[in-house]
Each structure stands twice: as C-alpha cells, then as structure tokens.
C-alpha cells in the first residue's frame, strides 16, 4: 500500500500475487476494501470498479453476500456518472441479489438512490447512458409494483427522449 502508491494501475495487476501469503480469507478481502480505498483517495473509479468483481467474488465465497452487495451498491452509488463502468457493476449487483427474498424491494431502494445522481446531459445532449439506466430502473420499479416510481421517471425517460430528438 505504500510502496505502489504512486502506481495504482500497476497494484492492479500484481494486487492478487501480493496478498497470496495471507492464508485467512477475511483478512484479503480487507486488504482489497483497503485497495479501493487507496483508488478512491487516487480519485481513481476506473481501478476501482475493475477490483470490485473480485472482491465480490471473494466476499460471496465467505458467505459474506450482503457484504459483497454492499461494497457494489456503494461504489455504483458514489460514482453514478461512471456510465463505462457502472452497467457492468449493476449486473453483478442485480445477480446476487436475485432469488433473494424481498430482491424487489432491495433493488427498488437502491434503484431510487441511484437514478437521481445520474448526470441527465452528457455535455449539451440527454445522456444515453441515464436513459438505459432510467428504463432499467422501470423495469425494476414495474417488478416491484411500484407504479407510482415508474411513472415519475417514465416521464423523465421521455422527456430526455423527445430533447434528443
């Protein structure tokens, strides 16, 4: 952590081959925590969301799922206008929680912290990526009977849809 400091992308790579002598599970999965705490004081999303999957990984194999949902929803939430690398974290988050008892509501709190944050605009025009994430969110809020949330942002879907046309 202090060595590599000024070479975040290079922990990266070597990160898993230099946490391979800790024989106790929990203790790398803290030193990943501590690895993307090192990539957000580096103000480095990027990096982050690239160890986030393994660090989910290791979690759920400790029986830890909640904990690995968490550290997701956290990352997506904090970094809501990372459009490159947030679908892909969304789809792991969506995977784990699925077939849960109460996923719906999980996901629709979740959903309704999240969507607010997305940038509308990507420079002068409706962002692409708060339209794909807005339907995602409805079909999310639909599942869950919550029509009064899929309205409310249907109409802001289609307000952004008609600014772009």
Known sequence: ??????????????????????????????????????????????????????????LVEQKRKDEAV????VAIVKHADEGKYVPATLDLLESLVEGE??????LVA???EFLP??????????????????SRGIAKFQAAGQAALASAYQTQLNALRSANN
């Open 117 to 134: 944050r997305i940038p509308k605009k990507r420079g002068d025009r409706p962002s692409d990526y708060c339209m794909k994430m807005y």
């Open 110 to 112: 979740f959903y309704s």
């Open 70 to 73: 968490q550290a997701l929803a």
């Open 1 to 58: 952590f202090t060595a590599f400091a000024a070479m975040p992308d290079f922990t990266l790579q070597v990160f898993d081959q230099l946490i391979a002598f800790e024989a106790d599970a929990k203790k790398r999965s803290e030193y990943y925590f501590r690895l993307l705490d090192g990539y957000a004081n580096a103000k480095r999303p990027d990096l982050a969301f690239r160890a986030l999957p393994k660090l989910a990984e290791m």
């Open 101 to 106: 008892d109460g996923a719906n509501s999980k």
